[in-house]
């Protein structure tokens, strides 16, 4: 270990510096003096003795020099002294050294806040003890479990504990004001010992303790104002009291992950409930052992408590619940991957221009610095030496670049983990600086550095030499120039792709906000009302609630109709799909649909037009005829141009069905579907019916200032229910929010790609403009018209900005296929209009960054420009 | 460097063993180790002064020597180096390497 000890006692040696220098200051001296010494005894006079053993020893400054270098650490000595030398250099010239920094922060600032905003949503480690150990367990190809198979695996022996929680459950909060719906994780009362999770106030809920809850810290923020005595209050949960344990920390993420934030942690009330199973693995255990050993305790399973078909020793599966092996283990993740990974691509570009802006700027500065640079290599400076010396100018450069990046990093990431998505599940990320972030960003101080500053250092020191200390050229040389333009070139190039790419998603955006759904958003309003389960044990008692609901709502004066729904379109959905038999005498079909329930005047209320036959009535009850209602793609499917009211449809092995109607084609699930078939069976038929009560209202005018009254007289009817009302078209949120989040993305990308390349483009031919002063001046001198300068300063930025886009286009052509997934399928993403757009932006900045430096060179008079050096 | 020597150079890598030899039998300061190895090659090996004292730092670096005051023979206050356990391994492996070099170099001049 002869490298750690001399580490060491260079280390140790950092203390001793001062009396060092001095102690050997004196050693030297001995030395001379004993040799002087010497020689004034073999006869020579005192003063020639010491003059002579001075000459022997040569030079007592250089030994020094080196024996105090064997001390030290050269590279780091060096360093710091580049370092100190690059801050001066870049002290000297504030403009450049802003622009820079500026250019590396927004790119680096973009970069790291996707890559923060990934690796959160990707790969966040929950806040549990040891994630590693703990696994998610499927039974029966089922993600859920019932308690009884929940009890006989927890009662297996194979885990060192088994507890189960149901993520995706709500329960009405009763407070003196009406209820409100809070998101809740229903979880065995064994789910904090067994997951390891830690409180931030109070205490866990414990085994046996079915009567308490814990609060995740957002929602006792929300909603309880922080009150620091929370901890022992009781609240009335679906009608039951239960008293607050304890509260999570702030940054509790959740084993679910991808940032699911529910409000609170309830035991499970019910035996009905159905749980997700999470194991905690034995030491050494590995996942598949642990798989083949729960494959035969399901076999015991279904040998010794059978559940009809249900067999629970098939689609048995042990998953991680955090790292890559989380992602690769479901294939439902491969799309949100795949986006994330455009998402990187795509500030990777631009993080790249940025580079490729400092870069051209260093390149003019290494020009700019020739002489500085041949004085060095003169007086004997190494020109490997140099480039180091230059490179360390750039890692300055890219450590604040990178600092102040890290600074625009945080407050964007604090921002998106302040936003709460409009979506059906509760999605929050916490997303905080970490050792991730930390390796990332040193990663992006070391590529930008060599990236941005090996080329201009190379090129630098390679013209300083041959320009040695000749006087400055005059004329600009051609090599220069083909790396610089090359640079603005491969710039616009890249922008034109990342432009390309915003302005899809950002016209998808503007499709998709402008598309009709098919249905009215402006004056319908849709009240949501959650009952809670445990109290409406019978389907009568339900439809009392709604019967009377629907009939006190038409009552309100400025509503001109209401129904229910079971799924509000484009805000839930249900997919049926199976075999097609029509009484037409065609062959049956397999299709897939989606299936609705939908009330009396459910049409009328959403404005769809019923194309033939009629809408339910109140009196397509159980007991009458069933009835139906198509769409018209599924009518045109099934019937062709027939009629079909009147005719029989059998879906699958259910009793047949009359078809009542035909309705006009709406969407359903997602804007971005085209051609779906839908399906409509009156609300009574729900069986059985849904605790979560939907109901459409449709106004005579303004829709918002009915909101009180429906929540009033909703809330009247059950005052443990909670209510949730907006207009339509706030509920609309939901589906356009891929465009949303596509196009704000991408969309400023693109922007940010464009400024910076524009930035660039000015910088490379401002500079080029101020080389070419002398020749302009000249030209004008000898009578040259303003127009002609002109034109041959745009033609030199024409070539090169022409290249940049033909190049940006064709790459774009081929870069913007595969987005089409995303998109709605109006938005071509090969449109020429697209391309059109983009090369009309460009070549717009292009002028103006052309133009601008030709103006100013145009207004310097003749003599001035002559004498310009 | 440019000074007229009648005193052949030290060979290359030979300087580290012939100060560790020196020190071997027992404490010395710079100069005495200096003067050691002229008198000792017959005045025909000199150190060059300016190299000594980097050479002795080197090796105090990689914990070959240990360095401590002391008063020299002509009552002044001196630096003495002394040979560390680790400094006579040195010694010990760099002198067979040596001998086997001369041998070979010898064996080659002789019969080839």
Redesign the interface.
Known sequence: M?VL??TL??VRHLSRRQTFDS??D???R??V???A?ELEQSGMARHDALAQAKR????AV???E??R???QFPWLEDLVADLRYAARALRRNPAFASASITCLALGIGANTTIFSLSAEFLFSEPSCRDPQSLVRVWIGGSSAAPMREYRFIRDAGIFEGVAGENEESEVNWQRQDGSERLYSVRMTDDYFSVVGLTVAAGRPIEPGENDRVVLTHRFWQRSMGGDPNIIGRSMILDGRPYVVAGVLPADHRTVTGFGFSPDLYVPVSSEEAEVTLYARLPRGMTRQIARSRLVAACEELDRTHPTGNQRWAEGVGVFAISGIDRISGDEMFMPIAAFFAMLMIVVGLVLLIACANVASMLLARASGRGQELAVRLSIGASRGRIIRQLLTETLLLALCGTSAGLVLNLVLTSFISHIRLPLPIPLQLVIRPDWRLLAYSIGVVTVCTFVTGLMPAIKGTREAISATLKQEERQAGRSRWTVRNALVVAQLAVSVVLLSTGLIFTRNLVQASTMSPGFDIQRTIWAYMRLVPEAYTTPQKTRTVVDRALDELRRIPGIEAASIVHRVPLNGHLTTGGQVRADNGLPPVHLNFNNNYVGPDYFKVMEIPILQGREFLASDRPGALPVAILNENMAVRIFGQANPVGHTLQIGDRPPITIAGVASNSKYFTLGEENALAYYEPYTQLAPPDADLNFLVRAVGNPDVLLPEINRILTRIDSTAAIETRPMHDAMSLALLPSRVGAAILGSAGLLGLALAAIGLYGVLAYAVSRRIREIGLRVALGASPGRVLRLVLSQSLIVVSTGMGIGLAIALYAVQPLAAFLSPAVRPTDAINFALVGAVLGLVALGATAAPALRALSVAPSVALRHE | MGKERSTPELLPGTLYMLVLRTLSRGPLHGYAIAKRVREASGQSLVIEDGSLYPALNRMLIKGWLKAEWGISENNRKARFYRLTPEGRKQLDKEAAEFDRLVRSIQLVMRTA
């Open positions: 002869g000890r001399e006692s260079r102690e050997l004196e050693e030297i001995f030395h003096e004993c040799r010494g022997e020893f040569g030079s250089r030994a020094r080196q024996t270098s064997e001390w």
